[in-house]
Nanobody, 123 residues
Framework: VQLVESGGGLVKSGESLRLACTATKSTYSGYCMGWFRQAPGEEREGVASIDHDGTTTYADSVKGRFTISQDSTQSTVILEMINLTPADTAMYSC??????????????????WGQGTQVTVSS
């Protein structure tokens, strides 16, 4: 499975961005998809996940601001981000795994990773 992210960019505080993660497979077929982010000098942080059945989880820091979803073709996972702040500045990467459990509390289960897309939020 190859994952390709898009949609990053430079925005001002309070603005929104929509990230997309497109998989080479036409369907997720039981995969858990997750979004992670890493700021310079910081550890990778899980942002949101969506299971093949549509169940979602979010990091506390983004609840109410970020929404993860799948498109109808199930080949793309979307991360809608609103009310962005400079603290959201990071490289955002999507990841996938087909094992049990779908959460971004840990990245250990995720075996497929995209290259990432940079999100920069200015104050």
């Amino acid at each position: 499975v190859q994952l390709v992210e898009s949609g990053g960019g430079l925005v001002k505080s309070g603005e929104s961005l929509r990230l997309a993660c497109t998989a080479t497979k036409s369907t997720y077929s039981g995969y858990c998809m997750g979004w992670f982010r890493q700021a310079p000098g910081e550890e990778r942080e899980g942002v949101a996940s969506i299971d093949h059945d549509g169940t979602t989880t979010y990091a506390d820091s983004v609840k109410g601001r970020f929404t993860i979803s799948q498109d109808s073709t199930q080949s793309t996972v979307i991360l809608e981000m609103i009310n962005l702040t400079p603290a959201d500045t990071a490289m955002y990467s999507c990841a996938a795994h087909s094992g049990w459990g779908c959460t971004v509390k840990t990245d250990e289960q995720f075996v497929y990773w995209g290259q990432g897309t940079q999100v920069t939020v200015s104050s």
